[in-house]
T-cell receptor, first 115, second 111 residues
Framework: GAVVSQHPSWVICKSGTSVKIECRSLDFQATTMFWYRQFPKQSLMLMATSNEGSKATYEQGVEKDKFLINHASLTLSTLTVTSAHPEDSSFYIC???????????FGSGTRLTVV | GENVEQHPSTLSVQEGDSAVIKCTYSDSASNYFPWYKQELGKRPQLIIDIRSNVGEKKDQRIAVTLNKTAKHFSLHITETQPEDSAVYFCAASSTGNQFYFGTGTSLTVIP
Protein backbone atom coordinates (compact mmCIF):
# COMPACT_ATOMS: atom_id res chain seq x y z
CA GLY A 1 0.00 0.00 0.00
CA ALA A 2 0.85 3.67 -0.07
CA VAL A 3 3.61 4.70 2.34
CA VAL A 4 4.65 8.10 3.60
CA SER A 5 8.08 8.08 5.18
CA GLN A 6 8.62 10.79 7.80
CA HIS A 7 11.95 11.76 9.34
CA PRO A 8 13.20 12.30 11.91
CA SER A 9 10.97 10.36 14.27
CA TRP A 10 12.29 12.20 17.32
CA VAL A 11 14.38 15.32 17.62
CA ILE A 12 15.59 17.42 20.52
CA CYS A 13 16.86 20.89 19.75
CA LYS A 14 17.90 24.01 21.59
CA SER A 15 15.75 27.10 21.70
CA GLY A 16 16.44 29.39 18.79
CA THR A 17 17.54 26.71 16.37
CA SER A 18 15.63 25.42 13.35
CA VAL A 19 14.44 21.90 12.68
CA LYS A 20 13.47 20.39 9.35
CA ILE A 21 10.98 17.55 9.10
CA GLU A 22 10.68 15.58 5.88
CA CYS A 23 7.82 13.57 4.49
CA ARG A 24 8.35 11.42 1.42
CA SER A 25 5.77 9.48 -0.48
CA LEU A 26 7.52 6.26 -1.38
CA ASP A 27 5.31 4.60 -3.95
CA PHE A 28 2.93 7.28 -5.10
CA GLN A 29 2.97 10.91 -6.07
CA ALA A 30 1.79 13.28 -3.38
CA THR A 31 0.66 16.48 -5.04
CA THR A 32 -0.81 17.54 -1.70
CA MET A 33 0.54 17.07 1.81
CA PHE A 34 -1.26 17.96 5.01
CA TRP A 35 0.76 18.94 8.08
CA TYR A 36 -0.67 18.44 11.56
CA ARG A 37 0.44 19.17 15.08
CA GLN A 38 -0.68 17.19 18.09
CA PHE A 39 -0.15 18.22 21.69
CA PRO A 40 -0.27 15.54 24.40
CA LYS A 41 -3.72 14.07 24.85
CA GLN A 42 -5.16 16.38 22.21
CA SER A 43 -6.41 15.95 18.69
CA LEU A 44 -4.58 16.40 15.46
CA MET A 45 -4.74 20.03 14.42
CA LEU A 46 -4.30 20.90 10.78
CA MET A 47 -1.53 23.46 10.41
CA ALA A 48 -1.18 23.82 6.68
CA THR A 49 -1.69 22.23 3.32
CA SER A 50 1.18 22.11 0.87
CA ASN A 51 0.81 21.66 -2.85
CA GLU A 52 3.62 20.69 -5.16
CA GLY A 53 5.06 23.70 -6.93
CA SER A 54 3.00 26.33 -5.16
CA LYS A 55 2.79 28.13 -1.85
CA ALA A 56 1.35 26.36 1.15
CA THR A 57 -2.02 27.28 2.60
CA TYR A 58 -1.87 27.93 6.33
CA GLU A 59 -4.70 27.55 8.80
CA GLN A 60 -5.76 30.55 10.80
CA GLY A 61 -3.43 31.26 13.68
CA VAL A 62 -0.45 29.37 12.24
CA GLU A 63 2.58 31.58 11.65
CA LYS A 64 3.80 30.98 8.13
CA ASP A 65 7.18 32.58 8.84
CA LYS A 66 7.75 30.24 11.72
CA PHE A 67 6.57 27.05 10.07
CA LEU A 68 8.11 27.05 6.62
CA ILE A 69 6.68 24.49 4.26
CA ASN A 70 8.26 23.46 0.99
CA HIS A 71 6.81 21.02 -1.50
CA ALA A 72 9.39 21.04 -4.24
CA SER A 73 8.63 17.68 -5.79
CA LEU A 74 5.81 15.19 -6.12
CA THR A 75 7.40 12.95 -3.51
CA LEU A 76 8.82 15.34 -0.92
CA SER A 77 7.33 17.92 1.40
CA THR A 78 9.23 19.53 4.25
CA LEU A 79 8.25 21.48 7.35
CA THR A 80 10.89 23.66 8.96
CA VAL A 81 10.26 24.96 12.46
CA THR A 82 12.32 28.13 12.61
CA SER A 83 13.68 29.70 15.79
CA ALA A 84 12.10 26.96 17.83
CA HIS A 85 10.84 27.63 21.34
CA PRO A 86 9.78 25.21 24.07
CA GLU A 87 6.12 25.86 23.27
CA ASP A 88 6.77 24.42 19.80
CA SER A 89 7.42 21.05 21.40
CA SER A 90 4.81 18.76 19.95
CA PHE A 91 4.13 15.76 17.75
CA TYR A 92 4.14 16.75 14.09
CA ILE A 93 2.64 14.45 11.50
CA CYS A 94 2.03 14.64 7.79
CA UNK A 95 -0.52 12.91 5.62
CA UNK A 96 -1.14 12.72 1.91
CA UNK A 97 -4.10 11.71 -0.21
CA UNK A 98 -3.07 8.38 -1.63
CA UNK A 99 -6.19 7.29 -3.40
CA UNK A 100 -7.29 3.71 -3.36
CA UNK A 101 -9.13 2.15 -0.47
CA UNK A 102 -7.83 4.29 2.37
CA UNK A 103 -7.77 7.76 0.92
CA UNK A 104 -5.08 9.23 3.12
CA UNK A 105 -1.76 7.92 4.33
CA PHE A 106 -0.07 9.26 7.45
CA GLY A 107 3.61 9.58 8.11
CA SER A 108 4.92 8.04 11.31
CA GLY A 109 5.19 11.39 13.05
CA THR A 110 8.01 13.48 14.52
CA ARG A 111 8.26 14.18 18.20
CA LEU A 112 9.94 17.56 18.62
CA THR A 113 11.30 18.60 22.00
CA VAL A 114 12.74 22.09 22.31
CA VAL A 115 14.91 22.66 25.36
CA GLY B 1 -14.28 26.18 7.79
CA GLU B 2 -15.30 22.77 9.03
CA ASN B 3 -15.84 22.18 12.75
CA VAL B 4 -15.91 18.61 14.01
CA GLU B 5 -17.05 17.86 17.54
CA GLN B 6 -16.57 14.48 19.18
CA HIS B 7 -18.06 12.93 22.32
CA PRO B 8 -17.30 11.53 24.78
CA SER B 9 -13.71 12.52 25.46
CA THR B 10 -13.17 9.45 27.62
CA LEU B 11 -15.01 6.15 27.63
CA SER B 12 -14.54 3.07 29.77
CA VAL B 13 -16.32 -0.18 29.02
CA GLN B 14 -16.13 -3.72 30.27
CA GLU B 15 -14.64 -6.27 27.95
CA GLY B 16 -17.34 -7.67 25.70
CA ASP B 17 -19.58 -4.62 25.94
CA SER B 18 -20.18 -2.17 23.10
CA ALA B 19 -18.66 1.28 22.71
CA VAL B 20 -20.20 4.17 20.83
CA ILE B 21 -18.46 7.41 19.88
CA LYS B 22 -20.34 10.25 18.25
CA CYS B 23 -19.24 13.13 16.03
CA THR B 24 -20.96 16.11 14.49
CA TYR B 25 -19.75 18.29 11.65
CA SER B 26 -20.71 21.70 10.39
CA ASP B 27 -19.83 21.85 6.69
CA SER B 28 -22.50 20.33 4.48
CA ALA B 29 -19.87 19.99 1.73
CA SER B 30 -18.01 17.33 3.72
CA ASN B 31 -18.49 13.98 2.07
CA TYR B 32 -15.85 11.68 3.52
CA PHE B 33 -15.79 10.59 7.17
CA PRO B 34 -12.97 8.34 8.34
CA TRP B 35 -12.30 7.01 11.81
CA TYR B 36 -8.78 6.56 13.12
CA LYS B 37 -7.31 4.62 15.99
CA GLN B 38 -4.16 6.02 17.53
CA GLU B 39 -1.93 4.32 20.03
CA LEU B 40 0.43 6.38 22.13
CA GLY B 41 3.19 8.02 20.07
CA LYS B 42 2.15 6.32 16.85
CA ARG B 43 0.51 7.43 13.66
CA PRO B 44 -3.26 7.29 13.35
CA GLN B 45 -4.48 4.12 11.69
CA LEU B 46 -7.61 4.14 9.58
CA ILE B 47 -10.10 1.62 10.90
CA ILE B 48 -13.21 2.41 8.90
CA ASP B 49 -14.59 5.16 6.75
CA ILE B 50 -17.87 6.16 5.18
CA ARG B 51 -18.79 8.35 2.28
CA SER B 52 -21.83 10.55 2.13
CA ASN B 53 -23.67 8.36 -0.34
CA VAL B 54 -24.26 5.62 2.23
CA GLY B 55 -25.81 5.60 5.68
CA GLU B 56 -24.05 2.68 7.31
CA LYS B 57 -20.97 0.55 6.87
CA LYS B 58 -19.79 -2.44 8.84
CA ASP B 59 -16.52 -4.29 9.09
CA GLN B 60 -16.58 -7.19 11.55
CA ARG B 61 -16.90 -5.67 15.04
CA ILE B 62 -16.77 -2.08 13.82
CA ALA B 63 -19.58 -0.12 12.23
CA VAL B 64 -20.11 3.50 11.30
CA THR B 65 -23.41 5.27 10.73
CA LEU B 66 -23.95 8.60 9.02
CA ASN B 67 -26.90 10.98 9.20
CA LYS B 68 -26.30 13.65 6.58
CA THR B 69 -29.40 15.62 7.46
CA ALA B 70 -28.39 15.97 11.08
CA LYS B 71 -24.68 16.16 10.19
CA HIS B 72 -23.60 13.50 12.60
CA PHE B 73 -21.84 10.17 12.38
CA SER B 74 -21.02 7.51 14.93
CA LEU B 75 -18.56 4.70 15.49
CA HIS B 76 -19.82 1.49 17.05
CA ILE B 77 -17.48 -1.18 18.39
CA THR B 78 -19.10 -4.41 19.54
CA GLU B 79 -17.65 -7.18 21.68
CA THR B 80 -14.85 -4.90 22.82
CA GLN B 81 -11.45 -6.36 23.64
CA PRO B 82 -8.57 -4.93 25.69
CA GLU B 83 -6.60 -4.32 22.49
CA ASP B 84 -9.32 -1.92 21.39
CA SER B 85 -8.06 0.48 24.08
CA ALA B 86 -6.67 3.55 22.27
CA VAL B 87 -7.61 7.06 21.27
CA TYR B 88 -10.13 7.25 18.46
CA PHE B 89 -10.52 10.23 16.17
CA CYS B 90 -13.27 11.01 13.73
CA ALA B 91 -12.61 13.29 10.81
CA ALA B 92 -14.49 15.05 8.05
CA SER B 93 -13.31 16.10 4.64
CA SER B 94 -14.63 17.35 1.35
CA THR B 95 -12.79 15.85 -1.59
CA GLY B 96 -9.59 17.72 -2.36
CA ASN B 97 -9.88 20.02 0.64
CA GLN B 98 -8.67 20.07 4.21
CA PHE B 99 -9.11 17.20 6.56
CA TYR B 100 -10.46 18.08 10.03
CA PHE B 101 -10.34 15.89 13.11
CA GLY B 102 -12.56 15.59 16.13
CA THR B 103 -11.05 16.09 19.56
CA GLY B 104 -10.56 12.40 20.20
CA THR B 105 -12.01 9.78 22.52
CA SER B 106 -9.80 7.83 24.88
CA LEU B 107 -11.32 4.35 25.05
CA THR B 108 -10.38 1.98 27.84
CA VAL B 109 -11.60 -1.60 27.73
CA ILE B 110 -11.48 -3.15 31.18
CA PRO B 111 -10.68 -6.87 31.19
Amino acid sequence: GAVVSQHPSWVICKSGTSVKIECRSLDFQATTMFWYRQFPKQSLMLMATSNEGSKATYEQGVEKDKFLINHASLTLSTLTVTSAHPEDSSFYICSAPSGGLYGYTFGSGTRLTVV
Amino acid sequence: GENVEQHPSTLSVQEGDSAVIKCTYSDSASNYFPWYKQELGKRPQLIIDIRSNVGEKKDQRIAVTLNKTAKHFSLHITETQPEDSAVYFCAASSTGNQFYFGTGTSLTVIP
